[in-house]
């Protein structure tokens, strides 16, 4: 069984940065991919980003694309995503779940595990 808490969330200004963490519990996630994604009030979740295994690969939704980035420490076993540049559409909770695979996805159906989520509002 694998728990995925996320923290980091909260109430900023337009413009302002934040870093999400994700940290995993039960077992290692040192093996499989990781992502992230957000549902706004009224809206489908959708993907933000993800990262393989090792960290070598990423890809972003085109909405964050230059402003966020998902990284991870895997002997932590934790996975951030620092967002820059925060606009008022970003605000919504944000959810990492993982595929429990080595590749990544950013496909919601192929999440195995998923956190809690946290808010993240921006205000204009």
């Known amino acids: 069984q694998v728990q995925l808490v996320e923290s980091g969330g909260g109430l900023v200004q337009a413009g302002d940065s934040l870093r999400l963490s994700c940290a995993a519990s039960g077992r290692s996630l040192s093996s499989y991919a990781m992502g992230w994604f957000r549902q706004a009030p009224g809206k489908e979740r959708d993907f933000v980003a993800a990262i393989n295994w090792r960290g070598a690969m990423t890809y972003y939704a085109d909405s964050v694309k230059g402003r966020f980035t998902i990284s991870r420490v895997n002997a932590k076993n934790t996975v951030y995503l620092q967002m820059n540049s925060l606009k008022p559409e970003d605000t919504a909770v944000y959810y990492c779940?993982?595929?429990?695979?080595?590749?990544?996805?950013?496909?919601?159906?192929?999440?195995?595990?998923w956190g809690q989520g946290t808010q993240v509002t921006v205000s204009s």
């Open positions: 779940a993982t595929p429990f695979r080595s590749t990544l996805s950013t496909v919601e159906k192929d999440m195995k595990y």
